[in-house]
């Protein structure tokens, strides 16, 4: 089946640059997403990419994608304390139904 | 454009009870989707509901059951509920499109607590 993996904890100053990362087993992933989650809220969709893309950008964030190491990052440029919350990677094949990662907690600190 | 609303908010109940938690979806999406995320863990799929037919579901037994109605507002019941059920509840919806990225939309999520 599928598996999603992701490291648990990520320390950063407040300006730099973080770097999320993600791998994913299955070989048929169409759309790979990136969310957000507050503490007491729900998912907040911050960016997807499609396989045939390696890169996406979107403000702040870029997606890069390798499709042949079946890996994913978010870069989050100058990292602010607001960006503190945990960090989901999910993909998903044909079937509309993305399988999520444990997430990723990231910890900005002045 | 309203988003996606959940009800209730938070909830105890007692080992064998059961419970019923609802999901009105976003205007325009015609698919929605349970998922349960127990604490400090990533969401876990329960099913999905298309066009008020069921379109997958995921490892939970047949004690979670849902329903989607018409207007695309959804229901997840669970019945003899245990200890372990006691997690946060997330519903999403989405618009599935032939080639679409299908993104999921979440709600805020029902925090169930089993004593």
């Known amino acids: 089946g599928e598996d999603v993996e992701q490291s648990l904890f990520l320390s950063v100053r407040e300006g730099d640059s973080s770097v999320i990362n993600c791998t994913y087993t299955?070989?048929?992933?169409?759309?790979l997403y990136w969310y957000k989650q507050e503490p007491g809220a729900g998912l907040q969709l911050l960016t997807y990419?499609?396989?045939?893309?390696d890169m996406k950008q979107d403000q702040r964030l870029t997606v890069l994608l390798n499709k042949k190491d079946k890996h994913l990052s978010l870069r989050i440029a100058d990292t602010q304390t607001g960006d503190s919350a945990i960090y989901f990677c999910?993909?998903?094949?044909?079937?509309?139904?993305?399988?999520f990662g444990r997430g990723t907690s990231l910890i900005v600190h002045p | 454009e309203t988003g996606v609303t959940q009800s209730p908010t938070h909830l105890i109940k007692t080992r064998g009870q059961q419970v019923t938690l609802r999901c009105s979806s976003q205007s325009g999406h015609n698919t929605v989707s349970w998922y349960q995320q127990a604490l400090g863990q990533g969401p876990q799929f329960i099913f999905q509901?298309?066009?008020?037919?069921?379109?997958g579901r995921g490892n939970f037994p047949p004690r979670f059951s849902g329903l989607q109605f018409p207007n695309y507002s959804s229901e997840l019941n669970v019945n003899a509920l245990e200890l372990d059920d006691s997690a946060l509840y997330l519903c999403?919806?989405?618009?599935?499109?032939?080639?679409?990225?299908?993104?999921?939309?979440f709600g805020e999520g029902s925090r169930l607590t089993v004593l």
């Open positions: 990419i499609f396989s045939n893309m």
């Open positions: 999403a919806s989405s618009r599935i499109t032939s080639g679409g990225a299908g993104e999921l939309f």
């Open positions: 299955d070989s048929s992933s169409t759309y």
């Open positions: 999910a993909e998903r094949g044909g079937s509309y139904i993305p399988t």
């Open positions: 509901y298309y066009r008020e037919e069921e379109n």
